[in-house]
């Protein structure tokens, strides 16, 4: 006869395969588990994924504008040649999964510079203080511009065609921005050639805002701003202008 001989495992060995037992049964019965779930839960997490790869567009600009007061007249002049610069930073939120709706806002400054025949006047009125452009003799002024600098708001709804070959979209930006001064001067220049700036300009509007749009193809846009606000304050000006400027955008990213 044949004697069957067992083995004795200590204690601490049964213990222990007991638990790794333990733990295969769970792992083998946390998979069943998985395979059986709800398949869109995956599909959502993954839409969820495909969603943060979206890309962020159009985050930063340089605008060179030509700026131009609107309602000016006779005798009162202004050269063609207004430049103006501005930077902006937005943050761009696309709104579907290709990018071709999108959200932005952000922050931006920008500098305007009108070239007049005139300088800004104060002048009293019976009930207020109130500036306009005024001639001047020639000896006191032959050229020279009036500068307003602003930090600005602005906020847009984009549209983008999809890319093309290239990887360039047609864009279309339309919205507006709300800006504060944080400085104004003039600057005249005599028949002796000696410059004059002057700062002390506080009927030019502090609080600003107005319509702003953008198209373009890629890195390169063309960029408009109207705005709502007269440049002096209402209560301190007997003639209205209005701001207008026009731009070339650089988008390089």
Not at 77 to 95: A, C, H, M, S, V
Not at 131 to 144: E, H
Not at 187 to 213: A, C, E, F, V
Request: proline fraction near 4%.
């Amino acid at each position: 006869h044949n004697k069957m001989h067992h083995v004795h495992l200590p204690p601490k060995i049964k213990i222990m395969l007991r638990v790794y037992g333990l733990v295969l049964v769970l792992v083998c019965l946390s998979n069943v588990g998985f395979s059986q779930e709800d398949p869109s839960i995956d599909s959502a997490a993954a839409e969820m994924v495909e969603e943060d790869k979206v890309k962020h567009q159009d985050l930063f600009y340089i605008d060179l504008n030509w700026d131009r007061l609107l309602g000016v007249s006779a005798p009162i002049e202004q050269k063609w040649f207004g430049r103006g610069i501005g930077l902006g930073l937005l943050y761009d939120q696309p709104l579907n999964k290709n990018g071709n709706v999108s959200v932005a806002a952000g922050v931006d400054f920008t500098s305007h510079n009108y070239y007049m025949n005139s300088i800004a006047t104060r002048f009293k009125g019976p009930n207020n203080c109130y500036t306009d452009f005024s001639i001047v003799r020639d000896s006191v002024y032959t050229r020279g511009k009036i500068s307003v600098n602003y930090v600005d708001i602005p906020f847009e709804l984009r549209f983008r065609l999809n890319p093309d070959k290239n990887g360039n979209r047609w864009k279309l930006a339309l919205g507006g921005k709300v800006g504060y001064k944080i400085q104004a001067h003039e600057k005249i220049i005599n028949n002796q050639d000696i410059k004059i700036k002057t700062y002390d300009y506080p009927h030019i509007t502090r609080l600003r805002y107005g319509l702003s749009g953008r198209v373009g193809y890629g890195s390169i846009m063309l960029s408009a701003f109207y705005s709502l606000t007269p440049f002096f304050d209402e209560d301190h000006s007997i003639n209205q202008y209005n701001t207008f400027t026009l731009g070339v955008t650089i988008v390089p990213f």
